[in-house]
């Protein structure tokens, strides 16, 4: 799926943008057209076209996702610069879109057990909480190319990064984990 997406990106529009000084712009740019609509497309695809089980496909959240983007985003990367690589382009991009995966997962399957359970105030922080969570990556890589705040930047990626981590950990220490392993 995203070697068809990078394909049919290369062949029907032009990735490198000269963009404006504007945070509004930017941001919208980067959050629809890199980190979250390629995200919801994707899985929606696989959601509506596969038969197993709904709490298979949320648990085949990830894998699904990674899969997608082991391909998309380093075309992403490559296509949209005109100069050499930064360190953002190159490390902090990747790990901030592994770590959106990776807690959008999280957030999906929680929403998911909240949906099972009826639990309507559950469901509404928890979604309040993923909205946020897929915010923050656009909004930093805006920040970055707008040189605004680099080191804030920088510690927040850290921080974005660290939190999917022991996200990570505390799911391989359950056995109902909300991630499909194998």
Not at 112 to 130: G, N, Q
Not at 136 to 156: G, K
């Amino acid at each position: 799926m995203g070697i068809l997406a990078s394909g049919a990106t290369a062949l029907f529009s032009y990735m490198h943008r000269i963009p404006e000084f504007s945070v509004c712009s930017n941001f919208f740019y980067y959050f629809l057209k890199e980190y979250v609509l390629p995200l919801i497309l994707v899985y929606a695809l696989y959601f509506f076209t596969t038969k197993d089980s709904v709490e298979f496909k949320i648990k085949a959240f990830f894998p699904v996702a990674a899969a997608f983007y082991a391909i998309y985003m380093p075309y992403c990367v490559i296509a949209s610069s005109s100069a050499a690589f930064s360190f953002f382009q190159l490390f902090a991009k990747p790990v901030l879109m592994l770590s959106e995966v990776f807690m959008a997962s999280f957030f999906a399957y929680r929403i998911y057990c909240a949906a099972v359970s009826k639990d309507i105030s559950r469901i509404i922080v928890l979604s309040f909480f993923a909205v946020v969570m897929l915010v923050i990556p656009p909004a930093l890589e805006t920040m970055y190319l707008l040189c605004i705040a680099l080191p804030v930047v920088y510690i927040i990626a850290v921080i974005f990064a660290l939190f999917a981590l022991v996200l990570f950990f505390i799911n391989s220490r359950k056995d109902d984990g909300f991630i499909y392993l194998g």
